[in-house]
Antibody, heavy 118, light 109 residues
Framework: EVQLVESGGGLVQPGGSLRLSCAAS????????MHWVRQAPGKGLVWVSR????????IYADSVKGRFTISRDNAKNTVYLQMNSLRAEDTAVYSC???????????WGQGTMVTVSS | EIVLTQSPGTLSLSPGERATLSCRAS???????LAWYQQKPGQAPRLLIY???SRATGIPDRFSGSGSGTDFTLTISRLEPEDFAVYYC??????????FGQGTKVEIK
C-alpha cells in the first residue's frame, strides 16, 4: 500500500526540541521530493519545508528557518524534521507529503500532533 | 511571495447544486503550479486538481478546475453528500515556496 506514516509528536516545553519521522512505503521513495506541512488546530495548511530526492537541497518557510532541519534516509525510506527552539506558535499537526507533478502534493500522511506548552 | 485568497469563506449549498470556489493570487501564478485539495474533518488533505485543470488519479469528473494568471476556480458540478468539506488552493512561486489559500468550507444548507 502506498502510504506515509508520521511519528514523534508530543508535548514539549517552549524552547525544547522534537524530532519527527515519516516512514514511506509502497513507492520508490528516493525518486521524490518530500515536504512537511503543518496545520494549527482549527486553522489552514501551512507549508514548512522541502527536501529534494537525494537530500542535497533543502528549503524552509521563513517562520522556521534556522530552527527546523529537514533530512532524509533513502535506505530507510524515511524523512525527518528536527525541530529546535520550539515556540507556542509551532503547535500544530505536522504532516509529511510527497511532491508530485507540477509542485503539487500528491500523497499525504495522517500527521502527528506537536504541542508546545509549559 | 505569493498570497492566495480564497472566497467565499463558507459556501452553504444543497446536494445536487453547483459549487464555485475562487482562488485569487497576489501576483501572477504559472497555472501549471496551481492545485486544489479537499480536506474532511480528521483526515489528511486529498489532491483533487493539479496544473490548474488536471484531475488527480481517481477524482470524479464532477470536479473541474480552471483559470490563469491571478484568478482560478474550482467547480463541483453537482454536489454529492461526500463533497461537503474544506477546500484549499495551493500555488508555487519564486523564491521557491509553496503557499496555500486559507480555505473554503462547503457546508450543507
Amino acid at each position: 500500500e502506498v502510504q506515509l506514516v508520521e511519528s514523534g509528536g508530543g508535548l514539549v516545553q517552549p524552547g525544547g526540541s522534537l524530532r519527527l519521522s515519516c516512514a514511506a512505503s509502497g513507492f520508490t521513495f528516493g525518486g521524490y521530493w518530500m515536504h512537511w506541512v503543518r496545520q494549527a488546530p482549527g486553522k489552514g495548511l501551512v507549508w514548512v519545508s522541502r527536501i529534494n530526492s537525494d537530500g542535497s537541497d533543502t528549503i524552509y518557510a521563513d517562520s522556521v528557518k534556522g530552527r527546523f532541519t529537514i533530512s532524509r534516509d533513502n535506505a530507510k525510506n524515511t524523512v525527518y524534521l528536527q525541530m529546535n527552539s520550539l515556540r507556542a506558535e509551532d503547535t500544530a499537526v505536522y504532516s509529511c507529503s510527497r511532491g508530485g507533478d507540477y509542485h503539487a502534493f500528491d500523497l499525504w500522511g495522517q500527521g502527528t500532533m506537536v504541542t508546545v506548552s509549559s | 511571495e505569493i498570497v492566495l485568497t480564497q472566497s467565499p469563506g463558507t459556501l452553504s449549498l444543497s446536494p445536487g447544486e453547483r459549487a464555485t470556489l475562487s482562488c485569487r493570487a497576489s501576483q501572477s501564478v504559472n497555472s501549471i503550479y496551481l492545485a486544489w485539495y479537499q480536506q474532511k474533518p480528521g483526515q489528511a488533505p486529498r489532491l483533487l486538481i493539479y496544473g490548474a485543470s488536471s484531475r488527480a488519479t481517481g477524482i470524479p469528473d464532477r470536479f473541474s478546475g480552471s483559470g490563469s494568471g491571478t484568478d482560478f476556480t474550482l467547480t463541483i458540478s453537482r454536489l454529492e453528500p461526500e463533497d461537503f468539506a474544506v477546500y484549499y488552493c495551493q500555488g508555487h512561486g519564486s523564491p521557491p515556496h509553496w503557499t496555500f489559500g486559507q480555505g473554503t468550507k462547503v457546508e450543507i444548507k
